[in-house]
């Protein structure tokens, strides 16, 4: 089944939803990046809330969403945009942890409870537009709740979850979300049932596995009479690394760190963080950086 995203305006107009399925997307990471079963939830989980923050844009808006706690994983970063690439890594991908009270993957444990969600938003403007929040748990949903209210001031719902195979830790079975956002002028009777719902949904990635799709996603959560589909996008880990822009950036490094890299390695090679693709470059290469570099 193919990865994609949905949106929705629903409760004629009171609320606005998105749910994905990022299944193919998080499993390329998973495979590209190597990462153990907490860090493969973890990234997982923060690709998915990426996705629906990138489909909120339209046109080139993009946006890079960094997660800095305290626990064993590090740093995770994601770039999504609004046609719903996503890319990302985390910075200590072999990480694995004991079940949590639940038994259930700890994100908690490898994500931390103390840091900040950051999302950088270019709108195509002269500056960045940057929101920050603390975490406030490291299961991640929760933070992105956080960030929609206090950043976004948008009452939220956000759900995130990524199934990996108890006997194949390299395997995905599973990865997705929700999104819901409360409209100026909701009823307490809509927020009611609304808060009801995700009271009773099962976890979104065992859905997907089971073979829901996102449209059924959300008519759980909103009951389909309540449910109007906007919108339909496909989405999908792509990174847009280059040998070409790895060779730009290099000029930038001045003539002697150049000259260095021949005389050190006979080479250079570049490896993209995002994607983990790499690239090599001869001494013939890296000359003419170096005369790049001179004009």
Same mark, same amino acid.
């Given at each position: 089944?193919?990865?994609? *995203?949905?949106?929705? *305006?629903?409760?004629?107009?009171?609320?606005?939803a998105?749910?994905?399925?990022?299944t193919?997307?998080?499993?390329?990471?998973?495979?590209?990046?190597?990462?153990?079963?907490?860090?493969t939830?973890?990234?997982g989980r923060t690709?998915?809330?990426?996705?629906m923050?990138?489909?909120?844009?339209?046109?080139?808006?993009?946006?890079?969403v960094k997660?800095?706690g305290?626990?064993?994983?590090?740093?995770?970063v994601?770039?999504?945009?609004?046609?719903?690439?996503?890319?990302?890594?985390?910075?200590n991908?072999?990480?694995n942890?004991?079940a949590?009270? *639940? =038994?259930?993957?700890?994100?908690?444990?490898?994500?931390?409870?103390e =840091?900040?969600?950051?999302?950088?938003?270019?709108?195509?403007?002269?500056?960045?537009?940057?929101?920050?929040v603390p $975490?406030?748990s490291?299961?991640?949903?929760?933070?992105?709740?956080?960030?929609?209210?206090?950043?976004?001031?948008v009452?939220?719902?956000?759900?995130?979850?990524?199934?990996?195979d108890?006997?194949?830790e390299?395997?995905v079975?599973?990865?997705? =979300?929700?999104?819901?956002?409360?409209?100026?002028?909701?009823?307490?009777a809509?927020?009611?049932?609304?808060?009801?719902?995700?009271?009773?949904i099962p976890?979104?990635?065992? $859905?997907l596995?089971?073979?829901?799709?996102?449209?059924n996603i959300?008519?759980?959560l909103?009951?389909?009479?309540?449910?109007?589909?906007?919108?339909?996008m496909?989405?999908?880990?792509?990174?847009?690394?280059?040998?070409?822009?790895?060779?730009?950036?290099?000029?930038? $490094? =001045?003539?002697?760190?150049?000259?260095?890299m021949?005389?050190?390695?006979?080479?250079a090679?570049?490896?993209?963080?995002?994607?983990?693709?790499?690239y090599?470059?001869?001494?013939a290469?890296?000359?003419?950086?170096?005369?790049?570099a001179?004009?």
């Amino acid at each position: 089944m193919e990865d994609y *995203l949905v949106k929705a *305006l629903c409760y004629n107009g009171e609320i606005r939803a998105m749910a994905v399925r990022s299944t193919n997307a998080v499993a390329e990471a998973q495979q590209r990046h190597d990462t153990w079963r907490a860090a493969t939830a973890a990234l997982g989980r923060t690709m998915s809330a990426s996705l629906m923050l990138g489909a909120m844009h339209k046109n080139d808006e993009k946006l890079t969403v960094k997660i800095q706690g305290n626990g064993p994983v590090g740093a995770i970063v994601i770039d999504a945009d609004a046609k719903g690439n996503v890319k990302g890594y985390v910075k200590n991908p072999q990480v694995n942890l004991p079940a949590n009270a *639940l =038994g259930k993957i700890d994100v908690r444990g490898a994500v931390g409870t103390e =840091g900040t969600l950051t999302v950088i938003k270019d709108l195509g403007l002269k500056e960045p537009f940057t929101g920050q929040v603390p $975490l406030v748990s490291g299961e991640l949903a929760e933070d992105f709740t956080y960030y929609l209210a206090n950043s976004e001031q948008v009452p939220s719902a956000v759900g995130l979850s990524v199934l990996v195979d108890n006997e194949n830790e390299d395997q995905v079975k599973a990865a997705g =979300g929700f999104m819901i956002q409360v409209m100026p002028g909701a009823s307490e009777a809509t927020i009611a049932d609304i808060e009801k719902r995700i009271a009773d949904i099962p976890m979104v990635s065992k $859905l997907l596995d089971a073979g829901e799709t996102p449209e059924n996603i959300l008519y759980r959560l909103l009951g389909e009479e309540n449910v109007k589909i906007l919108e339909t996008m496909p989405v999908q880990f792509y990174c847009n690394c280059s040998k070409g822009r790895f060779a730009s950036a290099m000029v930038t $490094l =001045g003539e002697s760190e150049l000259e260095q890299m021949i005389k050190e390695d006979d080479g250079a090679e570049a490896v993209c963080h995002f994607c983990g693709e790499k690239y090599f470059y001869s001494v013939a290469e890296l000359t003419e950086l170096i005369e790049q570099a001179k004009n």
